[in-house]
C-alpha cells in the first residue's frame, strides 16, 4: 500500500500545518515465546518419559500389594541392597547438583568456567552406572533373574529402563561438554540437555523408594 499524502490549504498569515501522513499500519510487536524449541521439545519429550515410568512403577505396586503376607519379596530370592544403593542414590544427586553449578556459571563466568563442573556431572553420573552394573552382577549371581520371579521381572525392567536413560542422558552430557569446552555449546542446547538429565536424577529417588523400599 503506498504512502497518501494529504496537503492542507495554508491560512493568510498563518503557517502551514503539518503534514498529515497515512500508510498501513504497524505490525503488532513480536511476543516473547513460551520456551525455545529445544526446551520445549526436550520437556514433552521428559513429560512422555515419566508417564511411562508412572505406569511400570503403579503395576509393581499393585503385584507387591496383592502379594500374601510374608511372601514379598519371595523368600527364595536374594534381598536389594538398600543400604549400598542408598550411597549410589546419592553420587547421582550429587551428580545434579554439580550440572546445576554448571548451569548457572554458564551465563555468568562463561563456557571454560561451566565447563568443570559439568565434567564433575558426567563422572559422578557414570560412577551410578557403573555401580548400578555390579549391583546386577551380583544379584544375577545371587539367582535374581528376569524370570526368577515377579521381583526380578519388575527389578529389571524398571531399574534396567532407567540405567539406559541414564547412560543416553551420559552420552549426550558428554558431547556437550566438549562442545563447552570449546565454546560451541548454546545455551538452548545446554537447557534441553540439562533438563533430560534431571529427569534422570530425580526419578531415580522415586524407584529406589518403590523397589528397594
Do not use: C
Not at 512422555?48 to 512403577?57: P, Q, S
Not at 520371579?149 to 534396567?160: A, E, K
Request: glycine share 10%; net charge positive; hydrophobic share 55%.
Amino acid at each position: 500500500m503506498a504512502l497518501e499524502v494529504i496537503d492542507r490549504p495554508v491560512a493568510r498569515g498563518g503557517k502551514p500545518p503539518d503534514r498529515v501522513v497515512e500508510g498501513p499500519p504497524r505490525p503488532p510487536a513480536p511476543r516473547g515465546r513460551f520456551a525455545d524449541n529445544a526446551v520445549f521439545g526436550m520437556a514433552i519429550a521428559v513429560f512422555v518419559e515419566i508417564m511411562l515410568f508412572t505406569g511400570f512403577i503403579s503395576a509393581f505396586v499393585i503385584v507387591r500389594s496383592g502379594a500374601p503376607p510374608g511372601l514379598w519379596p519371595p523368600p527364595d530370592q536374594p534381598r536389594l541392597p538398600v543400604a549400598t544403593t542408598a550411597f549410589n542414590t546419592a553420587l547421582l544427586l550429587a551428580s545434579g547438583v554439580a550440572l546445576f553449578l554448571s548451569h548457572r556459571a554458564f551465563p555468568r563466568r562463561g563456557a571454560r568456567a561451566a565447563a568443570r563442573p559439568m565434567g564433575i556431572a558426567i563422572v559422578l553420573g557414570g560412577l551410578f552406572v557403573l555401580f548400578q552394573g555390579v549391583e546386577w552382577v551380583r544379584l544375577i549371581g545371587q539367582g535374581l533373574t528376569l524370570t526368577s520371579s515377579q521381583l526380578g521381572g519388575f527389578f529389571y525392567l524398571i531399574v534396567g529402563a532407567h540405567a539406559l536413560h541414564a547412560a543416553a542422558a551420559l552420552v549426550a552430557l558428554a558431547v556437550f561438554w566438549r562442545a563447552m569446552r570449546e565454546e560451541r555449546l548454546s545455551r538452548s542446547a545446554f537447557g534441553a540437555v540439562q533438563l533430560f538429565w534431571y529427569f534422570v536424577v530425580l526419578m531415580w529417588p522415586v524407584i529406589y523408594w518403590q523397589v528397594y523400599g
